[in-house]
């Protein structure tokens, strides 16, 4: 893939320090941490690595990447080792997307109060599918699958909503016999909505009694209990959006799939199709128009605080695990599920990874096309004091 013309990184070098100091107010520790990591990604700044050709000694400086979850350069690597991991995972089934979403007139509470309702999200969305699913009048089984937390809209405004990707059936309670669906899309949607409904809102309600959840500024007055459920309640009538697609591919599909939804950021540096005069344009798909493609231009500003709407609390897990899938039961009912589809091990599957990486750290030289191996670590001082060199001796020819 060729390299973006424009990046998020460019945004934050130009307008970074006044977007800061106008900002102050609201920017916390965290923010900071992410534009510092972004704006030096694969510069100087971190560091980084001398490498030599093992075929014809060619070397080269390559700088360190930040790492961070929130940096759009830096999720490839770390996508393609997990899904080499997933990989192994995949039962030879088709598998059904889920789509959980709450209401906009949330977002402002989720702003304010991420991990409480970011991580209920997950909570509810997972129960849900939980309950639903082992019901006998539904599909009466056992399933497993994966949740993926977006907070955004392609616009970059908030938008928390979950991905669900799960193999189409589930073990029966007794562990013999695997339970194909009965419905074209899995698990009925209405049922779904109407059960994530009354589990989140009670999940908020705990929340709110037990003294966690924060009301800051113009939303003070729902401090007050009753605001508060009176607030609740109008969420309560009216139905929540939850989507679900149609089965899809089976395993040979599944892991190009989840590289769509999986190690994403808000805006990728691809989107971004111009930055000059303190404005950002950037590609959008308007899916209130039938996903139509659209430019959006916001000021330089704008654009980095929607950025940054999307920041996650530290330490806050985006990818989990439910059902069989469970890091805790995964190596005991995965067999279990292989057996019961006559599937073949991972070892022995003759399914090719397309989506498998090359040795992690390794590329290519550019001259021969033999393999680069690091042969010293540099830090910002070194990489400094070597560019100095090269520049005097330079000047001195």
């Not at 702003?111 to 082992?134: G, H, P």
């Not at 090719?352 to 096309?369: F, I, N, V, Y």
Request: charged share 20%; net charge positive.
């Amino acid at each position: 893939m060729t390299r973006p013309p424009f990046e998020v990184a460019d945004i934050i070098r130009a307008h970074g320090d006044s977007f800061v100091n106008r900002n102050r107010s609201w920017l916390t520790w965290l923010h900071l941490r992410i534009l510092f990591a972004i704006e030096h990604c694969r510069t100087a700044a971190l560091g980084g690595h001398l490498d030599r050709c093992r075929q014809c000694g060619f070397e080269a400086t390559s700088f360190n990447s930040c790492r961070s979850r929130h940096c759009p350069k830096c999720q490839t690597n770390a996508r393609n080792k997990w899904l080499v991991n997933r990989g192994k995972e995949l039962l030879p089934v088709k598998y059904v997307h889920v789509v959980f979403t709450i209401p906009h007139e949330l977002a402002w509470l989720a702003l304010q109060n991420k991990k409480i309702v970011y991580d209920l999200l997950f909570r509810s969305s997972a129960a849900t599918l939980m309950e639903i699913a082992a019901d006998p009048k539904h599909l009466g089984a056992e399933i497993g699958f994966l949740s993926v937390l977006h907070t955004w809209r392609q616009n970059l405004q908030i938008h928390p909503h979950i991905h669900c990707v799960i193999p189409s059936g589930g073990l029966s309670p007794d562990h013999q016999r695997w339970v194909h669906p009965r419905y074209p899309f899995f698990l009925p949607v209405r049922v779904l909505s109407r059960v994530f409904r009354g589990k989140f809102i009670a999940g908020l309600k705990r929340a709110f009694h037990a003294g966690e959840l924060r009301f800051p500024g113009h939303t003070k007055l729902l401090d007050q209990e009753k605001l508060f459920h009176a607030f609740l309640r109008q969420l309560f009538r009216h139905d929540w959006v939850v989507y679900a697609k149609r089965p899809f591919g089976g395993p040979e599909h599944v892991l190009h799939y989840l590289a769509r939804y999986t190690h994403r950021v808000a805006i990728s540096n691809h989107r971004i199709v111009n930055f000059a005069d303190g404005k950002v344009t950037f590609r959008w798909k308007d899916y209130a128009h039938k996903n139509k493609k659209r430019l959006m231009t916001v000021t330089a500003e704008e654009f980095l605080r929607r950025f940054l709407l999307h920041s996650l609390p530290r330490g806050f897990v985006r990818i989990r695990f439910c059902g069989f899938l469970a890091n805790r039961r995964r190596g005991e009912l995965l067999p279990v599920c292989r057996r019961l589809l006559h599937a073949a091990s991972p070892e022995n599957s003759t399914t090719p990874d397309t989506s498998a990486p090359g040795a992690p750290g390794t590329w290519l030289c550019p001259h021969c096309g033999g393999v680069m191996v690091l042969i010293e670590r540099l830090t910002p001082q070194q990489i400094l004091r070597r560019s100095v060199g090269r520049e005097s001796f330079a000047d001195s020819s």
